[in-house]
């Protein structure tokens, strides 16, 4: 059974950074593009970054509310990957999910294959 677990969220303050990991088991993240998502308190879920999969990491996708404070990577040896979040912003507090997309490609069809439980970032002094 495929599953991904979620690690690093927690509380920060404004302008601080923190580490998201997601750790795979039961699907390798090497042949599926790999994402993050956030879901605020009262807004609907959304995908805020997206890598494809093994020779398509040029298919990288960043929402305009994250581009250039966060990066998304992935190590496929350790079937990991990771969002790194700088800058951060008491509007970024939300719950994130990491997903896998069903292709290699950042297209959305529809569904993903499998997400994370969510991890709550919280950003406040």
């Known amino acids: 059974q495929s599953q991904l677990v979620e690690s690093g969220g927690g509380l920060v303050q404004p302008g601080g950074s923190l580490r998201l990991s997601c750790a795979a088991s039961?699907?390798?993240?090497?042949?599926?593009?790999t994402a993050w998502f956030r879901q605020a308190p009262g807004k609907e879920r959304e995908e805020i970054s997206c890598?494809?999969?093994?020779?398509?990491?040029?298919?990288?996708v960043y929402s305009d509310s994250v581009k250039g404070r966060f990066t998304i990577s992935r190590d496929n040896a350790n079937n990991m990957f990771y969002l790194q979040m700088n800058s951060l912003q008491p509007e970024d507090t939300a719950v994130y999910y990491c997903?896998?997309?069903?292709?290699?490609?950042?297209?959305?069809?529809?569904?993903?294959?499998?997400w994370g439980q969510g991890a709550l970032v919280t950003v406040s002094s």
């Open positions: 997903a896998a997309h069903p292709h290699i490609d950042c297209v959305y069809r529809g569904y993903l294959e499998v």
């Open positions: 039961g699907i390798t993240l090497a042949y599926h593009a």
């Open positions: 890598m494809g999969g093994s020779n398509n990491e040029a298919d990288l």
